[in-house]
């Protein structure tokens, strides 16, 4: 069974502070996507990583795919309130569509 | 435009009810998906459809049942639910080519089975 683990899989911050959100696997994905989801709405698509030790920014956070691609991580500096949100990582490991989820991360971020 | 609208965004229904969840994409995929979600989950895989055709199914009880009318259009109808199946139902879309596995998300429909 493939799985993608997903840490923390919750967080409380102070605005202004940094977090690291981690998806780690034994499995290797093809390519891995980050989504950021809001109460009732639907994800929202935020980067795709697809090349061993990519590094992609927007904006405040930055996103990095592991050498091996097993694993990735999700990296908010100075975070604000609307950063309050489900972070969700998924991957894809064969060529299916279908993508292995991480259980998701449920960050607050306090004013 | 990479929108996927969904309607409608609340539903409530009753277990003897038949009803149906829509939702459109005109980016053009030729993929489309419905998913379940329970609160602070990830997102469930229920069915996926190719190039019009149901590719997977996730063993979805037969009260559930999808239909694809065209390459832009996904129907989910629903028939005797039950009180579990109460959530936010999710529609997306992709590329079926190439290595794009981005998947697209309409903004859901929470159902209510009473």
């Known amino acids: 069974t493939q799985l993608l683990e997903q840490s923390p899989q919750f967080l409380s911050i102070q605005e202004g502070e940094n977090l690291t959100v981690y998806c780690n696997s034994s499995s290797v994905f093809s390519s891995l996507q980050w989504y950021r989801q809001e109460p009732g709405e639907g994800p929202v698509l935020l980067v795709t990583?697809?090349?061993g030790g990519e590094v992609k920014k927007l904006k405040r956070l930055t996103f990095q795919f592991g050498d091996a691609r097993k694993d990735s991580s999700l990296h908010i500096t100075a975070a604000q309130p609307g950063d309050t949100g489900l972070y969700l990582c998924?991957?894809?490991?064969?060529?299916?569509?279908?993508?292995?989820w991480g259980l998701g991360t449920s960050l607050a971020v306090n004013p | 435009d990479t929108e996927v609208t969904q309607t409608p965004k609340h539903l409530v229904m009753g277990m003897t009810n038949k009803k149906s969840l829509k939702c459109e994409q005109h980016?053009?995929?030729?993929?489309m998906y419905w998913y379940k979600q329970k609160a602070k989950k990830p997102p469930e895989l229920m069915f996926v459809?190719?190039?019009?055709?149901?590719?997977i199914n996730e063993s979805v009880p037969s009260r559930f049942s999808p239909e694809c009318p065209n390459s832009s259009l996904l129907n989910l109808h629903l028939h005797a639910l039950q009180p579990e199946d109460s959530a936010l139902y999710l529609c997306?879309?992709?590329?079926?080519?190439?290595?794009?596995?981005?998947?697209?998300f309409g903004p859901g429909t929470r159902l209510t089975v009473t």
């Open positions: 980016m053009g995929h030729r993929a």
């Open positions: 459809y190719s190039y019009e055709k149901l590719s």
């Open positions: 998924a991957g894809n490991a064969g060529n299916n569509r279908k993508l292995i």
């Open positions: 997306a879309s992709s590329h079926l080519t190439g290595d794009n596995y981005e998947q697209y």
């Open positions: 990583v697809v090349t």
